[in-house]
């Protein structure tokens, strides 16, 4: 005998059916004269008669879907009911393949992450006027990801993408330059600065700029004319007193005064400026272009202009006193403003504030201010039970993004205050919006009080090597001019070997894009913006078809890292990384 439970599959069936078959059941007793009366000739009233109606139709109609969506055997009147039919999920190994074949076959995500490791490289796509997508074609839009043959196989430390120059520093250490802002007959890259060991690099709007891991930073103009006409300067050999001049003309900009074992280790640029962080946690500002000095307050150092700059070159870089005694964690810079962030959480802004960048809103009397001024997060966090704690910065363009961790903490006057402790990552926005740049949904001109983007805040996830429920943080964020690309930091797997079965797969971490997309920089083949996170197809969308996944919806996931061993070269610690310029974006295989 079956029974209907409630809140079962069969019982919901029940009350949907005979919700559908109550109008119907009435029309039908009032027109067509039924009879009111039972097999013993009681009087029953409508009402009794319809209710009988309405559970004769429900049970049966559950009982018939119930049997059709559960498993269940039919029943008839003379057989009696057999055993419920209960099904087991079926093993998705696919006959005739291999372990690796199988796995290639039922998870998009382990065949991204082993094609990561089997061809490491450059991926890019966007605005290609400046043929730094695609340097070897013609086309000027590039609108899904394509790869970048002269970087097949080759691991980089950095990359940078303006609209017409590119950079890139090797594993080795040396810049190579492309792009018709670096030659008009550039067809791939070419090695500039080599041999000086470098870690990182930043662009201005003339100039690379590129940190060694000594700590010296080296400034070059962006075109192979200037390159090759400048001055050059004297470099010594490891003989004595033997030295050569460079064959590309650069400068260096090394601040004065620096400390014992004091050496810069971070840098970042602006249009026109670039922020020098030291390894004591000091902040110098310096120009970076050879084009314009920087006039919008983006040094951070109040009152200084081109006529007021003291002597000597004009990007030497200057001390930002008004932090001197703040422990320096991280900087950042969009075109025309800057981010600073120190270890205690706290979040300091200069610089262009027309679009609200600075993280609060713009005066009328003045839409820049020229010395750092304290953002105040905990604003945005009154009366909700959480202290916020900033944990990264990021810019670009005219826009801002701040992550923070915010912990749950007792209340004044709160009696039984639960999940204390609890931590949730949330993510904030400020600046520009009318292109989506913002990521909050809305396309606003102007936003200064930081707005939390939701599809990037209060996520957790459930971690089984700890057995606990952990906040889903953010890895890493790229701001390109327009556009961004968030990489989450969720829970990753890239350690299947051949002893684990054909069912047990890699997968590597999520990765949403937002903003202007007018020259496909989001890589989603359309051109229309988009103000809310969204995922975009593998980046080997082709090589998905050919393992049969035409007709299943797949999203791009970046690899973490990891050692693998890479042809020719034994075991090799590596991950994806990706990187949002102007007008267009990159995903390349990263030391």
Excluded at 54 to 78: N, P, Q, T, V, W
Excluded at 150 to 161: A, H, P
Aim: hydrophobic share 30%; glycine share 10%.
């Amino acid at each position: 005998m079956y029974s209907l439970r409630p809140g079962s599959r069969a019982f919901r069936e029940a009350y949907r059916v005979s919700q559908r078959s109550t109008t119907c059941c009435a029309r039908t007793i009032q027109s067509r004269g039924i009879s009111t009366h039972d097999v013993k000739g009681n009087s029953i009233s409508s009402e009794q008669l319809l209710v009988r109606c309405l559970l004769g139709l429900g049970i049966g109609a559950a009982l018939f879907h119930g049997s059709k969506r559960l498993g269940l055997r039919e029943l008839y009147a003379d057989a009696p009911a057999g055993p419920v039919e209960i099904k087991i999920e079926k093993s998705r190994r696919k006959k005739g393949l291999s372990k690796e074949e199988n796995r290639d076959a039922i998870s998009s995500q382990h065949l991204q992450v082993k094609l990561s490791w089997e061809n490491p490289g450059v991926y890019a796509w966007g605005s290609n006027s400046g043929r730094v997508v695609a340097p070897d074609s013609d086309e000027t839009l590039i609108r899904t990801p394509r790869r970048i043959p002269f970087f097949d196989g080759i691991l980089l430390r950095d990359i940078k993408l303006d609209r017409n120059f590119g950079a890139a520093i090797t594993e080795k250490g040396d810049l190579f330059q492309w792009g018709i802002g670096y030659s008009k007959d550039s067809r791939e890259p070419t090695p500039t600065l080599t041999g000086k060991g470098l870690i990182s690099l930043t662009i201005s709007r003339d100039r690379i700029l590129a940190l060694s891991s000594n700590g010296k930073v080296y400034s070059l103009p962006v075109s192979q004319e200037d390159q090759s006409s400048g001055p050059k300067p004297s470099e010594s050999t490891w003989v004595p007193y033997l030295s050569f001049s460079s064959p590309v003309s650069y400068r260096t900009i090394q601040p004065k005064d620096m400390g014992w074992n004091e050496k810069v280790s971070s840098i970042a640029s602006g249009l026109e400026h670039v922020l020098l962080l030291t390894s004591t946690g000091r902040l110098f500002s310096a120009a970076s272009s050879s084009e314009e000095f920087p006039s919008r307050g983006q040094m951070g150092v109040s009152g200084l202009t081109w006529t007021t700059r003291p002597q000597g070159p004009y990007d030497q870089p200057h001390e930002i006193i008004t932090l001197r005694g703040f422990d320096i964690a991280s900087i950042t810079a969009g075109d025309y403003h800057s981010l600073v962030l120190d270890k205690q959480g706290r979040v300091f802004s200069f610089g262009d504030n027309s679009s609200g960048q600075l993280g609060f809103d713009p005066s009328a009397d003045s839409l820049y201010v020229d010395v750092p001024s304290l953002i105040p997060i905990q604003k945005v966090y009154n009366g909700t039970a959480l202290s916020p704690r900033v944990t990264s910065v990021s810019a670009g363009g005219a826009n801002s993004f701040f992550t923070v961790d915010a912990t749950r903490v007792a209340q004044p006057g709160e009696s039984a205050p639960t999940q204390l402790g609890r931590v949730t990552a949330d993510t904030w926005a400020c600046g520009q919006g009318i292109l989506g740049t913002l990521g909050t949904g809305r396309w606003t001109h102007t936003q200064g009080t930081p707005t939390k983007i939701k599809a990037l805040s209060g996520l957790f996830e459930y971690d089984e090597s700890t057995n606990t429920v952990v906040p889903i943080r953010l890895k890493r964020l790229s701001v390109g001019s327009t556009h961004a690309s968030a990489t989450m930091d969720n829970v990753t797997h890239v350690a299947v070997s051949d002893n684990d079965s054909a069912e047990s797969t890699n997968w590597g971490a999520d990765v949403l894009w937002w903003g202007g997309n007018e020259y496909c920089q989001l890589g989603m083949r359309k051109r229309n913006n988009v103000s809310n996170p969204v995922y975009i197809q593998p980046l080997e969308a082709g090589m998905e078809k050919e393992k049969g996944k035409k007709r299943q919806e797949h999203r791009f996931q970046i690899t973490p890292r990891g050692e693998v061993n890479l042809k020719g070269r034994g075991k090799v610690s590596v991950e994806q990384r990706v990187e949002c310029g102007r007008m267009c974006s990159a995903v390349y295989s990263g030391t």
